[in-house]
């Protein structure tokens, strides 16, 4: 099986998680648990439906991503970056620490609206 | 302006409590995603790729600096410190969260604001030519009329599950600056011979994966009977359209099918049925509604202004906005500014709190307190004293809104794409900002003239690339970004429907192509052509040979 990890919006704010080792929901694809075991898979869906249920977060899949050995976690399609670090285009609410994404061609440059949140 | 009238009034606050308790039964659980989702689009509220998405109305697109203020207020309060102008004269925020929209659409109801009927299958905010009001060539000001199909179709209780959206635009000039053609009913005023006023229907334009430019319905309804006739062809498609196929939900798909000539009748059928009824709009309503819209006080002005003939003269840069951005006012000493929410290299339609604040004082000291929001993602100042042009273009300056690029390459319309949509198959704005790059020359953009190109990340369209001179559709290729470019698309009077030119060009090579297609245009053109006018003179074959060189060796 390729590697995976499972992703959500929660409930209360719509915000991009993660389903973390410890059952939490973390904001950062960084701290996500990377499955490879199909029945390990399986398993955790079933605990991210229950948190569905538990009125945490809403419409959990799963995201194939590969995984660095310095533990860089990184969904394999565009589509899935995109979400997992923030809007390409307004620097302020982007992941910064991620090469090339808000940098993605030279004659791009983020926007920074100095935005509160 | 339009002032919310009792009924107005009640019916909003009582929405909004109605919303506050259905957040309050999905945050408790009581409600299921599945249950809550119908109700949420009622009100506007997406789950977008990274969060909630809330769609604010802005009926025909006129509203205050009272009600622009409270907007910057939302911007700082409940989202991340902008709001974004989209293609419908609506406003969204990116970032609210749930458990805050209640009483964020409780703000928005103090200044008389709502996101009802901005999202479901139902008949959406009603928009109308920007320069409603303040140009000379209508016949009458389009919001009246916008303002009484709001009234009728807001909550009617009939339409309120259509198969699928249902979008109305009403202009009342020969120029289109409406998209009326491509509305699921477009109304265009017109004065018959007797100088009384009636509705040309045009009925089954659309963008989206199926592009179709609407049909005349009916030449003529009067004013009376507009209601009746709008309600027939309502029904009519309520009736018969399809609900089987989502793709084909829309009112075009019924027209494409059914034909145009049997659906008229179908509709004309109906409407007898019902055209004498109590939908029959009476002189004295319209005339309240009118009321309204009453020019603001304008004062008796000559038509030359010394002192602006002077700062043209001793600014080249202030003459350069002017011609590009101002335009005839039909009261004599008064101009129609519109305001460019495209400054280089930034998002299309994006405004910061701190802007829309300065916007709303400026429509105070200079447009009688009153703002236009355009299909084109830019705003409008209706009403503004030529001698006072140039001190409202140096505050604009302020603010970094005074680019003089209304209707050039740079004007783009481009809808969130993949940056904020979860439908989007490719990333708009990026691509936006490169091309604002890649042309911020102004002397270049004035020289290539008007040239009206649009991106749209998915094949929905909200970017109208369909319409674009020159449109841009992102498609996904094996995960990649790729961009397939259409030609020859006009949204305006002239409407047309852009044909797709060749394979799509990589995200790397996009902007490449499309200066290619530019500079073939400037080799071709003749004297003050249009980009538009020259692609139609010479046809897709000369761009074809420029683009894919390759296919022309292949051939030989």
């Not at chain 1, 490879?36 to 948190?51: H, Q, V």
């Not at chain 1, 977060?57 to 860089?72: F, H, M, R, S």
């Not at chain 2, 840069?317 to 335009?327: I, L, S």
């Amino acid at each position: 099986m390729t590697q995976q990890v499972i992703t959500a919006n929660r409930l209360n704010d719509g915000l991009v998680v993660f389903l973390a080792s410890d059952g939490c929901w973390a904001d950062s694809i960084l701290d996500a648990q990377v499955l490879s075991d199909d029945t390990e898979l399986d398993k955790r869906l079933t605990m991210a439906n229950a948190a569905e249920q538990a009125k945490i977060i809403v419409g959990p899949y799963a995201i194939e991503v590969t995984e660095a050995e310095d533990g860089d976690v990184r969904p394999v399609r565009f589509r899935e970056r995109i979400r997992a670090y923030g809007p390409s285009t307004h620097a302020d609410f982007a992941r910064q620490d991620v090469p090339g994404h808000l940098r993605h061609l030279d004659d791009v440059s983020p926007v920074y609206f100095n935005g509160v949140g | 302006m339009y002032r919310y009238d009792e009924f107005d009034r009640s019916f909003v606050n009582e929405r909004v409590a109605e919303f506050r308790g259905q957040v309050a039964r999905r945050m408790s659980g009581e409600m299921s995603e599945e249950e809550f989702r119908p109700l949420r689009l009622m009100n506007g509220l997406y789950l977008q790729l990274h969060a909630y998405m809330l769609r604010v109305a802005i009926p025909y697109g006129t509203f205050s600096s009272v009600q622009m203020r409270k907007l910057a207020h939302i911007a700082r309060t409940y989202d991340r410190g902008y709001g974004h102008f989209t293609t419908r004269q609506n406003i969204q925020f990116n970032w609210p969260k749930l458990e805050q929209v209640p009483v964020l659409l409780a703000e928005l109801a103090d200044v008389e604001m709502h996101a009802i009927q901005t999202s479901g299958n139902c008949i959406r905010n009603v928009t109308a030519d920007p320069y409603a009001g303040a140009v000379a060539d209508e016949v009458d000001d389009s919001r009246i009329w916008a303002e009484i199909v709001r009234q009728w179709s807001t909550l009617h209780p009939e339409f309120t599950y259509l198969g699928r959206k249902f979008k109305i635009a009403v202009s009342a000039s020969d120029f289109d600056r409406a998209v009326i053609r491509f509305h699921d009913i477009g109304l265009i005023i017109k004065r018959n011979e007797a100088g009384e006023i009636g509705f040309q229907v045009w009925v089954g334009g659309g963008l989206g994966r199926t592009p179709m430019i609407a049909k005349v319905f009916n030449e003529f309804v009067p004013q009376e009977d507009l209601l009746s006739y709008l309600e027939a062809v309502l029904r009519v498609y309520n009736m018969y359209g399809r609900r089987d196929n989502k793709y084909k939900a829309r009112i075009k798909i019924l027209v494409h099918e059914t034909g145009l000539e049997e659906l008229r009748a179908q509709v004309d059928a109906e409407w007898q049925e019902i055209r004498n009824s109590s939908l029959k709009v009476p002189d004295y309503e319209i005339e309240r509604i009118r009321s309204y819209f009453a020019p603001p006080p304008f004062e008796k002005l000559d038509a030359v202004d010394r002192g602006f003939e002077i700062k043209k003269f001793e600014n080249p840069e202030f003459a350069r906005w002017v011609n590009g951005n101002v335009v005839a006012h039909r009261q004599p000493g008064y101009k129609i500014v519109n305001i460019s929410l495209k400054p280089e290299g930034l998002p299309p339609g994006d405004v910061t709190a701190d802007q829309m604040e300065e916007l709303a004082d400026l429509a105070e000291t200079y447009s009688f307190d009153e703002i236009r929001a355009t299909h084109e993602q830019n705003l409008v100042f209706a009403h503004v004293k030529q001698s006072e042009l140039f001190e409202l273009w140096q505050e604009l300056g302020e603010i970094g809104l005074a680019m003089p690029n209304i209707g050039k390459v740079t004007d783009m319309i481009a809808c969130p794409g993949l940056d904020y949509c979860a439908l989007a198959n490719a990333r708009a704005i990026p691509l936006a900002q490169r091309i604002s790059r890649r042309y911020a020359d102004l002397d270049k953009q004035f020289d290539l003239g008007e040239l009206k190109l649009k991106i749209s990340g998915c094949i929905n369209a909200c970017g109208h690339h369909h319409v674009g001179h020159i449109g841009l559709l992102g498609v996904d290729r094996r995960g990649e970004e790729y961009y397939q470019i259409t030609l020859g698309g006009s949204g305006a009077e002239d409407a047309a429907i852009g044909s797709i030119i060749g394979p799509a060009f990589s995200s790397a090579d996009v902007v490449d192509a499309i200066e290619s297609v530019i500079s073939l245009y400037v080799e071709l053109r003749d004297d003050n052509e249009r980009f538009l006018d020259t692609y139609r003179r010479v046809g897709t074959a000369p761009f074809k040979s420029r683009l894919y060189p390759e296919k022309l060796d292949a051939a030989a």
